[in-house]
């Protein structure tokens, strides 16, 4: 089993940047692809960025293009999550995923580990 702990979040000021972290432990394996989710209040979860098992390849939603950076260091089992420009349609509970295949994948139902989540609220 693998277990996934989110940090980093908090509150910021529109137009700020934040820093989320997921540390991975247990029976890891630096051939997992990893990605972040968020859910906002009343709305169902989405994806944000995903990056394959080397970091050489990412993908980000469109809302979020330009303005976040998934990236990740294997030494470390740790994954981040770089946002900047934060707008306050960025409020969520944000989650980081890993996925028993080294491909990034955006549903949520090609990850099988999940952390508990990090609260960002940014204020206009």
């Known amino acids: 089993q693998v277990q996934l702990v989110e940090s980093g979040g908090g509150l910021v000021q529109a137009g700020g940047s934040r820093r989320l972290s997921c540390a991975a432990s247990?029976?890891?394996?630096?051939?997992?692809?990893m990605g972040w989710f968020r859910q906002a209040p009343g709305k169902e979860r989405e994806f944000v960025a995903a990056i394959n098992w080397s970091g050489a390849l990412t993908y980000y939603a469109d809302s979020v293009k330009g303005r976040f950076t998934i990236s990740r260091d294997n030494a470390k089992n740790t994954v981040y999550l770089q946002m900047n420009s934060l707008k306050p349609e960025d409020t969520a509970v944000y989650y980081c995923a890993a996925r028993d295949a080294s491909t990034w994948a955006v549903k949520e139902f090609s990850y099988a580990h999940w952390g508990q989540g990090t609260q960002v609220t940014v204020s206009s």
């Open positions: 247990g029976r890891t394996r630096s051939s997992y692809a």
